[in-house]
């Protein structure tokens, strides 16, 4: 079973600012987490990070028929791209989302998440645990289809 793990726009840029709300931990601590938990869940895994919404765009379409799960942080494009979501619809991938921080408490223009349309389900709002968590509930979705 293989996962792809992507994440959006400055997520690289973790732990640079804003501390309160995304943590103090950089982008590497955060895939040593990913790392972690692919390996308590056994599954294979590859990890995408790109600022540029079009490659996101490619990389799921890559996917169609190399990858059995997805997890997303799509950051600012969680809010904006019908894209990403037109992507994760084509290619029938089960997907979870995933943020950081709590959306649902934050700015108006954050509460709205189109990748939500598509997502087997989002977690936000338990800082670098919530990958953890999708990877490990994605795993036992597919395992229960
Ligand atoms: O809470 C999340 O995970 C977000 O997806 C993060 C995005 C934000 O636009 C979404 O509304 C919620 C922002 C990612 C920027 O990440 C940085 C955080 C600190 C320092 C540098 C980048």
Redesign the pocket.
Known sequence: MKFLIIN????N??????PH??GAQNYEALLGVIDSACHEAGVEYETFQSNHEGAIVDKIQEAYGKIDGIVI????Y??TSVAILDALKTVSIPTFE????D?ST?EAF?QHSFVSYVAVETI?GLGFEGYRQAILKLKKHLESK
């Open positions: 959006g726009p400055n997520l840029m973790l732990g640079i600012r804003e709300i995304y942080n799509p950051a600012a969680t809010h995933v943020h950081i921080s959306i934050r954050r936000a």
